[in-house]
């Protein structure tokens, strides 16, 4: 209702929006210093408010709620937590850092769902797992570990998850691989997961191009194995299109663009920017930038595919790896990546074993060095590991 008034954003002076706010308009203005009147508004979208609002004598302080960095995080895990029975190894420090973005119900919302998981599995306390199951759930949907996929499809998604997960630990300046998965969860066949070391509220240009090979890698992954391409990537271009262009048009992170902002400026009537030409800049620098877009993430794609090419070996052992145990963590990912064989026993061995009325063959991950012949070699400095 406070939106502003002009072309563009109603549909003409005598709509009931525009008329409800300069009702309050007037109102505010009656007020005064001794009234003892105090009138609070909130709004995630103060950049199409009418400045009328916002002027000294009526709206004129404001109080900006961003979302909490890792310290609120922690502290509001730890109030919503004092209401159920916690394990031994629950980490609310871990799970802080890997929540970023999180808002203060997305938290309260992890913990419900992690006393409700631990209820099903009929657990005396909530434990580390269930609050990561519990997290996933909230951020990217519930595990749909019953749903029938199709054996070609979950190749694919094996590779494609494999191709993230190893750019990821290869590439200097990503975030800290986390896990990977091929468990449909939400509208996803598989993702991979980081554990950020930190909140950002700027992003680095390395950090940048880092994630778009990152993100490149998924496809060029399913292309070198499976020989074709399928819909699963069309959320990884989606966001390295939408960086690429974000790096053009806003960064500046573009020497033929140059230090100049080319994004649309919210705060200005949409009204005449749609009409063809409604630009704010040239044909000829529109096509300069849609050049640069092209450029950025082509150099993403090469480097992404010479990188996946020299690891091959190293891909194709993590997708098997992911199709015989469908999660990994990012120590058995770290592990596949030296040349190393995990033997821990999958969940079809646990429920043969069960049934059979015997241990199973193990129960904890161990692993067997082995040497893998004419392995590219790695980077002399330490792969990044999870904190």
Known sequence: MGRRRGAGFTSGGHDEREQTLNAILVEMDGFDTSDQVIVIAA???????DPALIRPGRFDRQVYVPLPDVKGRLEILRVHAKRIKLGPDVDFHRLARGTPRFSGADLAAIINESALLATMANKDFVEMEDLEEARDKVRWGRAKKSRVVDEKERIATAYHEAGHALAQCLMPDT?????VSIIPRGPYGGASFSLPEKDRTNYGEKWIRATLRVLCAGRIAEEMVCEDVNTGAAADIRQATDMARKMV?????????GFVYYGEDPSRASLWLDLPGGK??????????DEEVRRVIDAAYGDTNRLLQENRDKLEAIAQALLKYETLDASEVHALIRGEVLQRPTLSDLLDADHAGRPPRSTAPSRVKTETPHAPELGSGPLPQPG
């Open 43 to 49: 709004t995630n979208r103060a950049d199409v408010l």
């Open 249 to 257: 048009t806003e960064w500046g992170m573009s020497e033929r663009a």
């Open 280 to 289: 704010a800049y040239s044909p000829q620098t529109a096509q300069v930038i």
């Open 175 to 179: 975030d800290p691989l986390h896990k």
